[in-house]
């Protein structure tokens, strides 16, 4: 099993920016990719940011040249820095780590930009 517990959500005004981390702990050997997901009220969850363990990554188009996806591999945390943030990006956003046969999520967090 993996935990995950993301933390850095918040309330903040457009064209802010805010920081998310996961950070995570257990049966963390053979986790191939990590990612970000988000699901905003009414609407299906999506692909935000995604890293592989090669250090590749890709974004969903909205973000790109706003939101970059980091990890510490020392720390076992996997970061979203969102800038320029849109009333359109408030949702809660999740973390995955994703290994060959299966997938671990954390709990959420909150993410509100205000217009």
């Known amino acids: 099993q993996v935990q995950l517990v ?13 920081r998310l981390s ?3 702990s257990g049966s963390i050997w053979g986790i191939n990719a990590w990612g970000w997901y988000r699901q905003a009220p009414g609407k299906q969850r999506e692909l935000v940011a995604r890293i592989t363990s090669g250090g590749s990554t ?9 939101f970059t996806i980091s990890r510490d591999n020392a720390k076992n945390t996997v ?14 956003y999740y973390c995955v ?7 671990y999520w954390g709990q959420g967090t909150q993410v509100t930009v205000s217009s």
């Open 97 to 103: 780590a994703l290994k060959q046969w299966d997938d």
């Open 58 to 66: 890709n974004y969903e188009d909205s973000v790109k040249g706003r």
């Open 79 to 92: 970061y979203l820095q969102m800038s320029s943030l849109k009333p359109e990006d408030t949702a809660v």
């Open 6 to 18: 993301e933390s850095g959500g918040g309330l903040v005004q457009a064209g802010g920016s805010l």
């Open 22 to 24: 996961c950070a995570a």
